[in-house]
């Protein structure tokens, strides 16, 4: 996942996602679940005025990209 600034996450290894399934990617600390992902940033990540974010397969293909 990349985002605007060129901020990047990479999903833990075996991570998938179900069709139609959400996950929430929380910018600081905690212990990954299957609905719950910590980036663990020591910063802030998104811009307040808005952000794009692209999510990518291993191969590059977009998968999503949102804009808000």
């Known amino acids: 996942m990349t985002d605007e600034a060129d901020h990047s996450y990479t999903f833990p290894a075996g991570f998938t996602l179900d069709a139609g399934a959400t996950v929430t990617l929380h910018t600081g600390s905690g212990t990954d679940t299957a609905t719950d992902l910590y980036w663990g940033a020591g910063a802030p990540i998104w811009n307040n005025a ?19």
């Not at 808005?50 to 990209?65: F, P």
Request: net charge negative; glycine share 10%; charged share 20%.
């Open 50 to 68: 808005g952000d794009t974010i692209t999510v990518r397969v291993s191969t590059g293909t977009v998968v999503l990209e949102e804009t808000y």
